[in-house]
């Protein structure tokens, strides 16, 4: 089996509080942040070595191999989701399975021969920037997005859960077929490690509780996202 794991995260609401805030985009650099720093702290070398690709607001982060095991990518998922969350912004992320590819050649000959570089396209006077990665790795996990319930979670189809092993928390979403991690409350040898060679933060799960409660009444958030936080992600209900 050739499929290599994915996490696509990106940063919950982003759109919205692009026209608000400044703040926003000091989160999605700490997202950039923690990816580079566990690839380079935690997993350097094969067969554990990471691949990360930008999509806007959110990244692809693909591991090196098949791995039957799915408790190193929810593990890594859940140090990124945290890391975020200290800067009082959320992330949303989703797992699945797949292959990426440099589908480069694929593109028009008279584009290409136009490259200067890897991602940067010449036309005269202007540039055209592009992302030559695609695959299923990708589309599967932003396909699991489309249909997981509203809110700063981590879903993964319930077909894949049994292999997250005994430190993942999960609880299964009804009304479909995906299960939902919870990264507020997780704890294990290899969350902390992955956390202190990568140098990132790690709020405790009370710290995380609040921050989003506070986040979901300052924002004026849907229902369902309130909701989510606490059916899914055992946030406590504060009084209103």
């Known amino acids: 089996m050739s499929d290599r794991w994915s996490i696509y995260i990106d940063i919950e609401g982003f759109s919205a509080l692009w026209e608000k805030e400044d703040q926003v985009l000091w989160s999605l650099g700490e997202l950039m942040r923690a990816i580079f720093r566990v690839a380079r702290e935690s997993y350097p070398q094969e067969p554990y070595r990471l691949f990360a690709h930008q999509f806007g607001d959110g990244f692809v982060v693909v591991s090196d191999f098949h791995e039957e095991s799915l408790e190193r990518c929810a593990t890594i998922g859940v140090a990124l989701m945290r890391h975020v969350a200290a800067t009082g912004r959320f992330t949303r992320a989703t797992i699945s399975e797949g292959e990426l590819s440099d589908i480069r050649n694929c593109y028009p000959k008279e584009v290409r021969d136009c490259l200067e570089g890897d991602h940067t396209v010449s036309l005269h006077m202007g540039l055209m920037t592009i992302n030559p990665v695609l695959g299923t790795a990708l589309i599967r996990a932003v396909g699991v997005g489309k249909v997981a319930p509203r809110g700063p979670l981590m879903a993964i189809h319930s077909s894949k859960a049994s292999r997250l092993g005994q430190t993942i928390p999960q609880m299964p979403i009804p009304g479909g077929e995906l299960v939902s991690i919870d990264w507020v409350h ?55």
């Not at 140098?199 to 369902?224: C, F, I, M, N």
């Open 186 to 240: 997780m704890h294990s040898e290899l969350l902390t490690s992955i956390q202190q060679q990568a140098g990132l933060s790690a709020p405790a799960p009370e710290v995380l509780e609040t921050a989003l409660s506070q986040y979901s009444r300052k924002h004026a958030v849907p229902k369902d996202w309130r909701e989510n936080i606490h059916e899914l992600l055992h946030v406590p209900r504060t009084p209103t």
